[in-house]
């Protein structure tokens, strides 16, 4: 982390006290559209994102620690209840 961050003219910190949500899905990298209304609903809830990393079937969002509950809460609105009513 070092070598990168002093080659590329960055930063580095540990940040304490994160927590981890994952929306998880078939083909989630084929539209980056997902990653973009993740992060959306979750700032739009007050909720800073901290780190993201995305596979092909799993976004994983760090958020904190505090904010786990309203994170996951904010993610079901936004991917759960928003696809029912489309049914």
Same mark, same amino acid.
């Given at each position: 982390?070092?070598?990168?961050?002093?080659?590329?003219?960055?930063?580095?910190?540990?940040?304490?006290?994160? %927590? !981890?949500? +994952?929306?998880?899905?078939?083909?989630?990298?084929? &539209? $980056? #559209?997902? !990653?973009?209304? #993740?992060?959306? #609903?979750? +700032?739009? !809830?007050?909720? $800073?994102?901290?780190?993201?990393? %995305?596979? &092909?079937?799993?976004?994983?969002?760090?958020? $904190?620690?505090? #904010?786990?509950?309203?994170?996951?809460? %904010?993610?079901?609105?936004?991917?759960?209840?928003? &696809?029912? &009513?489309?049914?």
């Amino acid at each position: 982390l070092a070598l990168v961050t002093r080659e590329h003219g960055g930063q580095a910190s540990i940040e304490n006290d994160l %927590a !981890s949500v +994952t929306v998880v899905g078939n083909r989630l990298l084929d &539209s $980056p #559209a997902i !990653s973009a209304r #993740a992060v959306k #609903a979750l +700032t739009a !809830s007050g909720i $800073p994102v901290r780190g993201l990393e %995305a596979g &092909s079937l799993s976004l994983t969002l760090l958020v $904190p620690q505090e #904010a786990f509950a309203q994170a996951l809460q %904010a993610l079901h609105r936004e991917f759960l209840e928003e &696809s029912s &009513s489309r049914r």
